[in-house]
């Protein structure tokens, strides 16, 4: 940003007469040659969409809501050696130790016990009982080494499920022990048991990201809405971004649910990265904005200079609609190329990435947005005067 607005204007000065003439040169060239102006098929474009909105909204609308559907279901965890290339090491450890042992053994649950060894020794009885688990360890007792614990010995006991880590069966014993087996137990025998192991971390961990994501989304949008209702001076406008983007959010995450959880185009199925739903939103919200704004403004501009709603549009999106998909191009040829990383993760966060962009900059920008304002039409505009008393003065065009 301090480069955008110290350094970019000290360029444009000094080099702004030749790129002057080199855009006036150009543009004389268009017209001796009887080509259309700049801009002509991204007018021609809104006119098909503004002409016919209900047809755009809707086929846009049911596309986007059909690849958002899978993210409903969407699961999250880690992956581990599972995931990894069939030549790599890691990945022939883990798949021989599952063939030998069971394929609960690559991510065993460590159930600690504390109340003495006869609950300890209940414990190990009641995981045995536990349909799931596959077997169990005697309890290790707690070393000399170990920190006190109030004076109640502490044990641990190995239990090594029938499903392998990232299987949603285990995801579900673990929340079976914690809720159905063991605070029964407890009752019973008077000891405290918890339930460990990088298994039961990874469900803590997404079960965390889950409930704080509301919290982010509505402090990433509800800021987002409150500036850009400064900056337009619009109710609806605000409201209107913040619906796409998270449409475009929720079909970038079916895809990522679709290929990665489900296991589409020969992609082994697993759950996705834990993170890689609060990075995806956090990055593509930004951009998405950034869009959202570099349109918009050019069709405030020309609301405010003619005051009609559909030529303003127009005018909008054929001014930026180039920019726009040249700018999604390049990003999206930049995600994309993490799909080509043999990492899991990065995989996920490409894919995720590049197909928010690409629906955002082409189905959003290009056919939603005309076809909503064109339905809203001066409404799209509309401000209470008590609010519009209230809001700072603050403008794009320079006025």
């Known amino acids: 940003m301090p480069a955008s607005l110290t350094l970019l204007p000290a360029l444009l000065g000094i080099f702004g007469a030749r790129i002057r003439r080199h855009v006036t040169a150009r543009a004389a060239r268009r017209t001796a040659r009887n080509r259309p102006p ?3 098929r991204w007018g021609r474009w809104a006119d098909g969409v503004q002409r016919r909105p209900w047809a755009a909204l809707l086929v846009a609308g049911v596309a986007l809501g059909a690849l958002a559907a899978p993210a409903m279901g969407l699961r999250l965890g880690f992956a581990d050696a599972g995931n990894d290339a069939p030549t ?3 990945r022939r450890a883990y798949d021989l130790l599952a063939e030998g042992f069971g394929p609960g053994f690559n991510g065993p649950l460590a159930v600690v016990s504390e109340g003495g060894a006869d609950a300890a020794a209940a414990l190990r009885r009641a995981l045995d009982a536990t349909p799931g688990i596959a077997a169990t360890t005697a309890p290790i007792p707690a070393g ?3 920190p006190s614990s109030g004076g109640a010995a502490v044990s641990t006991v190995l239990a090594f499920p029938t499903s392998a880590p990232q299987d949603r069966a285990t995801s ?3 929340k079976r022990l914690r809720t159905d087996v063991l ?4 009752e019973t025998t008077g000891g405290r048991y918890l339930v460990g192991g990088p298994t039961a971390a990874t469900e803590d961990f997404a079960d965390t990201v889950a409930a704080r994501m509301p919290l982010f989304v509505a402090i990433v949008v509800g800021l987002s809405a409150l500036l850009l209702l400064a900056v337009f001076r619009s109710v609806l406008i605000p409201v209107k971004a913040a619906l796409l983007n998270l449409v475009s959010i929720g079909a970038a995450l079916g895809a990522v649910t679709l290929v990665f ?3 589409w ?4 199925p697993g759950p996705v990265e834990a993170f890689i739903p609060v990075m995806i939103f956090a990055i593509v919200f930004g951009l998405s904005m950034d869009y959202e704004v570099f349109l918009l403004s050019r069709v405030h501009e020309e609301w405010i200079r003619t005051g009609d709603p559909t030529a303003s549009v127009r005018a909008g999106l054929a001014a ?9 191009a390049i990003m999206i040829v930049v995600f994309a190329a993490f799909v080509l990383s043999p990492d899991r993760m990065l995989q996920q966060f490409g894919l995720g990435l590049a197909v928010a962009i690409l629906l955002d900059a082409v189905v959003i920008r290009c056919l939603i947005v005309p076809a909503v304002l064109r339905l809203l039409g001066r409404r799209a505009w509309w401000l209470p005067a008590p609010l519009a008393r209230l809001l700072p003065k603050v403008t794009l065009e320079g006025r």
């Open 88 to 90: 790599q090491h890691s």
């Open 144 to 146: 000399p080494s170990a």
């Open 320 to 328: 930026t609609g180039k920019v726009i998909t040249a700018a999604a």
């Open 261 to 263: 959880q489900y296991g």
């Open 172 to 174: 579900d014993l673990v």
């Open 265 to 268: 185009f020969g992609v082994r």
């Open 38 to 40: 700049e801009g002509a």
């Open 183 to 186: 605070p029964p137990l407890a």
